[in-house]
């Protein structure tokens, strides 16, 4: 009896001793603070050794290394002084955007409030290290790289309410240090005298900073900062390394700098052969992303194929191209896992430019690991992939191509004989929700336009406490025959903030024949809402024909 009651005691012991023997020495790991922290030896640099020199080498600003990047001292005397005000600014775009976020997706992680303890950017601005202006053969752009280091003093902290528990949360000791290029394009003849600003990035940037949890610094936690670190970086350079990119418009629409869809790009993956081999069983599940630089639409990706080096896919997608001169689409093929991240099998990228309009080319790429030529890793076979690419420009962007393209302009005579025959046809509508007047809500006024046509649903952004929200958000459609007989619906709701039982009501919606966009190509109209006392919609919608 006495031997049964130990073994229950001891298991007793073990059970209850090893939690609470963890949770103690996660405690004391991360609340103990070091006792051998000394203030660094400040010393001339001819009183250093030649090693301790080599390792101050990557300290130094680009201008003292390549001649190429111009010294701007004056940029960063700029930045010292405007940054008090920059510093307001950002952090009041960071405070609606996250407040936005946490109202439309918190729900979903069970966050209920957000509130900022406090939010600032500290004292401390970016320095630009040195700056290099890029030559191109483009007329019409200008490139910049800049090199920016940020060893900022934030003080940010915030409490999230996680099922209504209050958890206090604080970013400190910020590091980043990243090469960007911008690229200033169209130049037009209007001030600022350019269109667009283009941001990429040319290499993974560097990222390090403190986050404390309840007051204990959870990036002390062995293995945690490497990971932290190393997928911060991936997610970034997964959406903005070059050739991908970030777009800012900053002229609008009627000085016609801002690009609009000149044609559609149809893409056919076929194949791939002699893919790398991910599987433990020698085999890999490829599938292909797709991408068209320039553009912010979700990527697009063909379906997996099972425990196969040689996948058949055949598969069509449809990309809208803005401007064939410098665009470029990106093909990624990745090995599928059910667990963890998905294995890069390899990439190609193919510029638009080399197409000819309305010609079907097909192309065997061979697959390297990214776009240096000068990685050695590249000379590795990754196995082929091959495309077939058909660009079919708009009858009405047709003769404004000049060079390789001017044997493909047809005439303004039969452009005119055909279009009407043409514009039944396959195409593209574009659809303007500009924005609305008077809606008005029975319980919260917080709106946004949803547009729902051959059963997709594609929505705006939503509005906070407006009864005259203003979106002009564009949507489109590529459309393998014009809708004649087609109608489509644009619905205003509202989204209720916060926890209820009623979060969404609709203020009103609209029915449009699409006869009439056919026919005239454009149209630009104030439609009275349906269901909707005095609330009105602005839509602009345009069909351009292949």
């Keep these: ?35 051998d922290v000394k203030d660094p030896i400040i010393r001339p640099v001819y009183e250093l050794d030649s090693s301790s020199v080599l ?62 303890k406090s ?27 800049p090199a920016v280091r940020w060893a900022g003093n934030p003080d940010i902290t915030l409490v999230l309410k996680l099922f209504s528990l209050p958890i206090t949360v604080q970013l400190s000791d910020v590091q980043i240090s990243t090469a960007p290029r911008i690229v200033l394009k169209p130049l037009v003849p209007a001030f600022p005298c350019f269109a667009n600003i283009e941001v990429s990035l040319m290499e993974k940037p560097h990222v390090d900073f403190g986050l404390k949890v309840v007051g204990g610094d959870i990036m002390a936690i062995p293995g945690l900062y490497q990971f932290v670190q190393e997928t911060i970086r991936k997610k970034i350079a997964g959406l903005y390394l070059w050739p991908q990119t970030l777009e800012f418009p900053i002229l609008d629409g009627s000085l016609g700098a ?44 063909t379906s997996i194929k099972m425990k196969t080096l040689n996948p058949q896919w055949n598969e069509d997608f449809k990309f809208t191209v803005k401007d064939p001169q410098s665009q470029v689409l990106q093909l990624h093929a990745y090995d599928w896992e059910k667990v963890g991240t998905h294995d890069k099998l390899g990439m190609q990228v193919v510029p638009l430019r080399s197409l000819a309009p309305n010609e079907t080319k097909k192309l ?107 979106w002009n958000e564009e949507f489109q459609f590529v459309l393998e025959e014009a809708p004649l007989k087609e109608k489509i619906r644009i619905e205003i709701k509202s989204k209720r903030r916060g926890i ?47």
């Excluded at 073994?7 to 603070?33: A, M």
């Excluded at 940054?83 to 966050?111: H, M, T």
């Excluded at 008077?438 to 649903?457: C, Q, T």
């Design 119 to 145: 939010l600032s950017l500290g004292t401390l601005p970016p320095r630009v290290h040195g700056i290099k202006v890029c030559q191109t053969n483009n007329d019409n752009e200008l490139v910049l790289e």
């Design 258 to 301: 801002i690009k609009k869809p000149v044609g559609i790009l149809h893409v056919k993956v076929v194949r791939a052969s002699k893919l790398l081999k991910m599987d433990i069983f020698g085999a890999s599940d490829p599938y292909v992303v797709l991408s068209l630089s320039g553009e912010r639409l979700p990527a697009k990706k």
């Design 500 to 546: 209820g039982f009623r979060r969404k009501e609709s203020l009103g919606y609209i029915d449009i024949n699409l006869n009439d966009v056919v026919y005239n190509g454009r149209i630009k109209e104030k439609y009275h809402l349906i269901n909707s006392k005095h609330g009105v919609l602005h839509v602009e919608m345009r069909w351009k024909a292949i």
């Design 364 to 470: 065997t790429l061979n697959l390297v690991k990214n776009t240096n030529p000068n990685d050695f890793q590249n000379k590795k076979n990754r196995g082929q992939l091959v495309v077939e690419l058909r660009f079919n420009l708009f009858l009405e962007d047709s003769k404004k191509f000049s060079g390789p393209l001017d044997k493909y302009v047809k005439k303004e005579s039969e452009v005119g004989r055909s279009f009407e025959c043409a514009s039944l046809g396959a195409g593209l509508l574009l659809v303007t929700v500009q924005g609305a007047e008077d809606v008005e809500g029975k319980n919260h006024n917080n709106p946004f336009a949803m547009v729902l046509f051959r059963g997709e649903v594609k929505k705006t952004k939503t509005i906070k406490k407006s009864r005259d929200p203003c």
């Design 1 to 35: 009896m006495l031997g049964l009651l130990s073994n229950l005691l001891g298991i007793f012991g073990l059970v209850i001793g090893i939690p609470i023997g963890l949770l103690l020495g996660y405690f004391l790991f991360i609340y103990s603070e070091p006792t």
């Design 55 to 116: 390792d101050l080498l990557p300290e130094l600003p680009l201008w003292v290394k390549q001649p190429e990047y111009e010294r701007i001292d004056w940029l960063n005397d700029f930045l010292s002084d405007m940054w008090p005000y920059l510093d307001k600014a950002i952090c009041g775009i960071i405070r609606s955007n996250v407040e936005q976020n946490v109202s439309e997706y918190g729900s979903k992680f069970f966050v209920n409030l957000v509130d900022f």
